[in-house]
Structures are given as C-alpha cells and as structure tokens.
C-alpha cells in the first residue's frame, strides 16, 4: 500500500524560503508522477507543482513559477518543494499526491493519492 508522508512545513515570514518532502512508502519513485497541492482557508484545492517520474518533465502553477522548484531525490524515494520568496498568499495546507498518469495540465483529480497535509504559514 502507499502511503505519502509530508514534512518541512512551518512558519516564515514574507520574502522567506522553507523546503517539503514527501517520502513515498510502499512503492518507488519510478512508479509515479509526484505533485504538491495545497488548500488556504475557505479555497478549493489547487495544484502547485508536479513532476514525471524520471524528472524529465515538470510543472507550476502560474502562481509559483520562479519562486518554487520541485525535485526527486531517488536515492531517499523522497520528492522535496524547495519554496523562496514566499508570501502571505502562499499560506495553506500543502499536500502531496501520485499519480500514474503524465497529461498536463494535471489537476486534482488526476492523482489518486494523498499524503495528509502540512501546514506553512507567511506572516507579512
């Protein structure tokens, strides 16, 4: 079975940089494509981030481009959110997903599974 489990979120303040990983367990990277999400108070779940299995292809949302990079580290089975310039509208719930399938533009609804969230709060 897989299980995502996140870590690295926290509290900064804005103009600041924080890092996430999710670890995979139960199966390898090479199995799935790896997205983050994230959900502010009162919003709908929106895609953040998302790379292919081999970190031959990623994407962002409009919204982070230039600020955040996603990355795999194989050797930890771990995909890592590196997060700079952040601001207060970054603050949310920040989830990981997987899925099988590689079609951008990737929306929630193709991934299938979920790690249950970290916080990261921006104070302005």
């Known amino acids: 079975q897989v299980q995502l489990v996140e870590s690295g979120g926290g509290m900064v303040q804005a103009g600041g940089s924080l890092s996430l990983d999710c670890a995979i367990s139960?199966?390898?990277?090479?199995?799935?494509?790896m997205g983050w999400f994230r959900q502010a108070p009162g919003k709908e779940r929106e895609f953040v981030a998302a790379?292919?299995?081999?970190?031959?292809?990623?994407q962002y949302a409009d919204s982070v481009k230039g600020r955040f990079t996603i990355s795999t580290v194989a050797s930890k089975n771990t995909v890592h959110l590196q997060m700079n310039s952040l601001q207060p509208e970054d603050t949310a719930i920040y989830y990981c997903?997987?899925?099988?399938?590689?079609?951008?533009?990737?929306?929630?609804?193709?991934?299938?599974?979920w790690g249950q969230g970290t916080q990261v709060t921006v104070s302005s």
């Open positions: 790379i292919a299995w081999n970190g031959g292809d990623s």
């Open positions: 139960g199966r390898t990277l090479i199995d799935y494509h």
């Open positions: 997903a997987a899925t099988v399938r590689w079609r951008p533009p990737l929306r929630r609804a193709d991934f299938d599974k």
